[in-house]
Structure formats: structure tokens, C-alpha cells
């Protein structure tokens, strides 16, 4: 009798807690007022010691991971190698300076105008446990460089997990800022939302030089845990002037995602599961209409989606499909009108973009009844609609969106135009945690938490609850 009471008290305050996560028609969102000393917006300067090149002759350099199969037990680790091609091996295992497994990998290099990239590796280390510390070390003799990642809980309704959101990140003061603070937030793998390196805000040569110093940048977050990739607008890099037609070109030969493991046709669209969630990853800039692979390709895997394994439901893209800020506003209409209705139906439990310098989370909301023709033409509160939120905030050199429309639209429930990043807390099959961080001057300051319930099991337990009452009051069941 006394969990029973402390159970319902708990669940008082949490509803207390819901408060902004669910939608009720005429609710008042917030748009934060805070105003913050501006930083300086340019990238930093290549001789700086967070750019350095690795000690050492034809030392591995840009060292970064993704996941590398469906389920979370292999990652790709990819690396530089600036004067010849050298090693594709890499050494690892479970203890440090002891390793046991190797696996061989692939390398190949480009050109962009007259750069020519150094040697990019690509090497699919696979059969790894769940759970477990590896240990690696990549490149030749005392130029070789050792890492470290962890592989995630095995996939299960309740497994923890902590996710990282970053979009838009450049490599500014203020992208460092946010790095920074990443690092510290206990983040496990992040979802990256587009935007890479600004690199195309260059000219020539510097476009290959920038992305060079971008790969080093990062490298002291995502040499250790998997960047799940996702592509923006500035990773299509189409530059007739210069002979450079090809979409994508350096982000493709840079990045590999788990694409085939998803029995996708392309690299620039996929979907991994890790822990408890499906996480799938959409191309804002691909075809995306009816019968185009993409389209094709996310019908089949939402079918393939398991709510009794990974219970969360994540979709990450670059462009916002609901968003209030003045810049790129309604620019993801035409995703939205193609995919929101398989969003609903299958109850997505958050959609996160970025391309908006700038943070908002909505209600949950959609606009599935309208067309053309006919219809209620704005947003609808919908408890089956996911929670969209824009985190493209990370701090590139283009600066913040601080221009939203006035007045907030019944849809946004909180906004603000600062840099920070994001953290989705994935307790168990039913409660995660949402928070922005704002980086306040240098300092880490959490602007924005909520918890939310998940789409498909807090229902499910909901109706269990009301039926174990009706048990209880007819004397059927003994708490």
C-alpha cells in the first residue's frame, strides 16, 4: 500500500513536469528574452592549437567514428594520413596497450578545384560486444596514435542511453564553446544535424583546407564515440565556377554512414538502433517526393520499426519542419507535406533539425488535414504527432537567427536565439529527458528541460494502470 502512495505522488509531480510536453489549444509559449554578449563569429585561425597537426611523419589525423552496422556491435573509424597512404589496419581490444583483433580497411583521396586531400581511410571493425571499453590504435611506428570508444547497452526497451544533438557547429570560438560543453554533459554518441564545417563559405583551395582543419577540430570528441552523420545545405558544395558540380562531394569521401546495414541505396539517408531507440536519418537536400528512393526507402523502414525492442522513435534531418524563426522559415514545407502523415501514423517520438541558428522545441502538433483545397489550414494540437525541435545553434561563422515571428505561434513552445547544444536523456521504455544548453558566456547553463513520456508505452502503461484499478476496486488484485 505505501508504494502505491508514493507511486502516485511521484506521478502528481511529474505531471506537474509535463506540463509543456503536451499540447492544449491556446497554450502560451515562451520566447526566452535573454540577450547575450556577443562573441566574435569567425572561424579560428589555422595555426591555433586546437587545429594542430599530430606530432610525427605521416601521423593519422581527423580521426573520427560513426556506428558501423544496424545495431550498434561494429563502428566505422576513419582517419588522414597526410604524406603517402600508409596503414588501413587497425589494432584493437579490450585493454590498453594490448590488442588483440585487427581488421584492414580501404583509403582513397580526391581533388577539389587543384586541392588534392590527403589519404582518407575508411576501416569496419565488427562482432564487437555490447557494453565493453575497446581500446585502438591506428597508423605506423611512432607516428601510430591510440583511442578509446565504448560500445552501447544491447538493444532493450530499457536500456539508458544519452544522446547528444549538435547541428550547425563551423569551427568559431563559439563552436569550441560548444564542444566543449558537450563533452562534459555525459553525452554518449552524438546525433549530428548538417552543417559540418562551413567549409564552402571558402574559395579554391581553403575549401579542402578548412574541411582538413574541421576533421582535427572534432577530433577530440568523436575519435572516442560514434557522430551519427546527417548532411546540410553547406555539404552540397556545387561550385560551377570552379568545376565543381558534384553534390556532396568531400562529405562523401570524408564520412561513411552504416547506409547498406539499413538496406539503404545511399550514404546520405539510413537508420541505425542503438540501445533503446531507432534513430533514422533523412536527406533534406535528395529527392524526397513520392516514389523517389528516398521515399521508397522510409516507407519500408518505418514498417521495420520494433516499439517492443526500441521503444524511441527518433528522426533526425537538416531542415526544420516547423520553425518560427524568419530564417528558412517554411523551407522544409515539402518534406512535411510527403512525410508528416507516416510521422503521426506511426507516432514519432521527436523529429530534431537544424539549419535555424538558433533553438525551439514545439508541442506536439501537425497540419495533416490540410491540402490545397480544402482543410483547417494551421497546426492542430496531436498527441500522436512527434515533438519537433531545431538545435542550429552550435556556433558557425554565419552567427545567430535572432529574427523569430511575432506573434509565437501557438505550435512553439519555447525558443531562444543562442548558441548551445542539446541532450536527450533516454531513461527506460517510457520517460526521457529533453535539455538545451545554452552557452552563457563561456559557461554551460541549462535553459530548457522537459520530460516526455514515450509515444507508444506511456499509453500502454496508462491503460494498464486504469485496468489494474478497475481489478483492484473488485477486489481482484492484492498490491
Known amino acids: 500500500m505505501a508504494f502505491g502512495l508514493w507511486f502516485t505522488l511521484f506521478e502528481l509531480l511529474l505531471k506537474l513536469f ?14 526566452s528574452t535573454f540577450t547575450r554578449t556577443k562573441w566574435q563569429s569567425f572561424d579560428i585561425p589555422l595555426d591555433h592549437k586546437v587545429l594542430a597537426i599530430p606530432n610525427g611523419y605521416n601521423a593519422p589525423q581527423q580521426v573520427h567514428i560513426t556506428q558501423g552496422d544496424y545495431d550498434g556491435k561494429a563502428v566505422m573509424i576513419s582517419w588522414v594520413t597526410a604524406d603517402k597512404p600508409g596503414s ?20 582513397a583521396n580526391y581533388t577539389f578545384y587543384n586541392y588534392k586531400s590527403g589519404y582518407i581511410h575508411h576501416c569496419l571493425v565488427d562482432g564487437l560486444e555490447y557494453e565493453i571499453k575497446y581500446y585502438y ?14 560500445t552501447p547497452p544491447k538493444i532493450d526497451p530499457d536500456s539508458p542511453f544519452t544522446f547528444g544533438i549538435i547541428g550547425d557547429l563551423g569551427q568559431t570560438y563559439n563552436s569550441l564553446s560548444t564542444l566543449e560543453h558537450y563533452m562534459q554533459s555525459g553525452g554518449q554518441t552524438v546525433l549530428f544535424l548538417g552543417d559540418l564545417s562551413y567549409a564552402d563559405r571558402y574559395q579554391y583551395n581553403d575549401v579542402g583546407i578548412r574541411w582538413d582543419s574541421w576533421g582535427r577540430f572534432i577530433e577530440r570528441s568523436a575519435a572516442y564515440q560514434p557522430w551519427i552523420w546527417s548532411a546540410g545545405n553547406h555539404e552540397i558544395e556545387y561550385m560551377p565556377d570552379v568545376g565543381e558540380v558534384l553534390p556532396f562531394k568531400s562529405f562523401l569521401h570524408r564520412f561513411s554512414t552504416p547506409h547498406l546495414a539499413s538496406r539503404s541505396k545511399n550514404p546520405l539517408w539510413y537508420a541505425i538502433r542503438r540501445a533503446s531507440a531507432h534513430i533514422i536519418v533523412l536527406s533534406s537536400y535528395s529527392p524526397h517526393v513520392k516514389y523517389t528512393p528516398q ?27 516547423y520553425n518560427s524563426n524568419q530564417a528558412h522559415f517554411m523551407e522544409g514545407e515539402s518534406m512535411r507535406a ?25 508541442y506536439r502538433i501537425s497540419n495533416i488535414r490540410y491540402n490545397v ?101 473488485r477486489g481482484k488484485i492484492d498490491f
Open 18 to 31: 509535463l506540463i509543456l510536453a503536451f499540447v492544449k489549444k491556446g497554450s502560451a509559449g515562451i520566447t
Open 88 to 107: 588501413s589496419r587497425v589494432q584493437y581490444g579490450t585493454s590498453e596497450n594490448k590488442y588483440d583483433f585487427k581488421a584492414d580497411g580501404t583509403v
Open 137 to 150: 590504435k591506428i597508423g605506423e611506428g611512432h607516428s601510430s596514435r591510440e583511442f578509446w570508444f565504448q
Open 295 to 321: 521515399w521508397l526507402w522510409l516507407r519500408d523502414e518505418l514498417k521495420r520499426v520494433d516499439r517492443k525492442k526500441t521503444p524511441w522513435l527518433i528522426i533526425i534531418m537538416h531542415v526544420p519542419i
Open 338 to 362: 510527403v512525410f508528416e502523415r507516416w510521422f503521426v501514423r506511426h507516432r514519432v517520438d521527436f523529429i530534431f533539425a537544424g539549419h535555424v541558428h538558433a533553438y525551439e522545441r514545439s
Open 373 to 473: 483545397s480544402s482543410g483547417y489550414r494551421y497546426p492542430v494540437p496531436n498527441k500522436s504527432a512527434p515533438v519537433y525541435v531545431t538545435v542550429g545553434d552550435a556556433g558557425n561563422q554565419e552567427g545567430l537567427a535572432g529574427r523569430f515571428r511575432d506573434p509565437q505561434p501557438e505550435y512553439s513552445a519555447f525558443r531562444e536565439a543562442s548558441y548551445g547544444h542539446s541532450t536527450l536523456e533516454l531513461k527506460n521504455r517510457t520517460h526521457a529527458f529533453l535539455n538545451w544548453h545554452r552557452n552563457e558566456d563561456g559557461q554551460k547553463v541549462h535553459a530548457d528541460s522537459v520530460i516526455f513520456l514515450n509515444q507508444r508505452w506511456a499509453s500502454n502503461l496508462r491503460r494498464r494502470r486504469l485496468k489494474e484499478d478497475q481489478l483492484k476496486a
